[in-house]
């Protein structure tokens, strides 16, 4: 079935350091990818998406580009700031056999640290 | 308001009751999701509705947990004669497009 994996464990850094967070998937079909960040108190949102293969999506500075060959959707930022400090999940929607489901990874805990 | 509605916030119930958590999707949307978020646990797929009816039904952990949505709208998640192990977060989410889903604040269950 179809699946999402991200990196084990909390990530911690300084102000203006590069993040990057690991997500590999596995689909039946031909997935959309997603990104989305869950800020403190608030309600799941979405953070950037990409339909197809080599498709790059960008929101707030984030990017993720979509690779087939390596089943990936890393994200990344340049520079982050305290106010990323948030829970992203990666997610995946097959719609290949009529089934419209988002598989979401387990997330990871960015603290960004002044 | 615009968003999806989940209620209650917070429900605390003692172990063997039934409860219900309703979500009220954005007007218009035709997809609906139920996850359930515990703590290191990441979201759990519980079940997804196209219209009134739910294609995937995979997720629901038990017989004790059902779902049911009407008039393409309003959803209701039951969870009959509740355990411990059903304490965790339940979030409901919308959708037009394929998986931008729009998520509610979510009902926090408490099993005492």
């Known amino acids: 079935g179809n699946s999402v994996t991200q990196m084990e464990g909390p990530v911690t850094l300084s102000e203006e350091a590069f993040l990057t967070i690991n997500c590999t998937y596995t689909a039946t079909g031909y997935p959309s990818l997603f990104w989305y960040v869950q800020y403190p108190g608030e309600g799941l949102q979405l953070l950037l998406k990409?339909?197809?293969?080599?498709d790059k999506g960008s929101n707030k500075g984030f990017e993720a580009t979509y690779r087939k060959e390596t089943t990936s959707f890393h994200l990344e930022k340049g520079s982050v700031q305290v106010s990323d400090s948030a829970v992203y999940f990666c997610a995946l929607s097959d719609q290949s056999y009529g089934n419209n489901r988002l598989a979401f990874g387990k997330g990871n805990q960015v603290v960004v640290i002044p | 308001g615009a968003g999806v509605s989940q209620s209650p916030s917070n429900k605390v119930t003692e172990k063997g009751k039934d409860v219900e958590l309703r979500c009220d999707p954005i007007?218009?949307?035709?997809?609906l999701y139920w996850y359930r978020q515990s703590l290191g646990q990441g979201l759990e797929f519980l079940i997804y509705?196209?219209?009134?009816?739910?294609?995937?039904k995979s997720g629901l952990p038990s017989d004790r947990f059902s779902a049911e949505r009407t008039g393409g709208s309003v959803s209701t998640l039951t969870i009959q004669r509740t355990q411990q192990e059903d304490s965790a977060v339940y979030l409901c989410a919308s959708s037009l497009e394929i998986g931008e889903a729009f998520f509610g604040q979510g009902t926090r269950l408490t099993v005492v």
């Open positions: 990409a339909t197809k293969a080599d």
């Open positions: 509705f196209q219209g009134n009816s739910a294609p995937d």
């Open positions: 007007s218009g949307h035709t997809a």
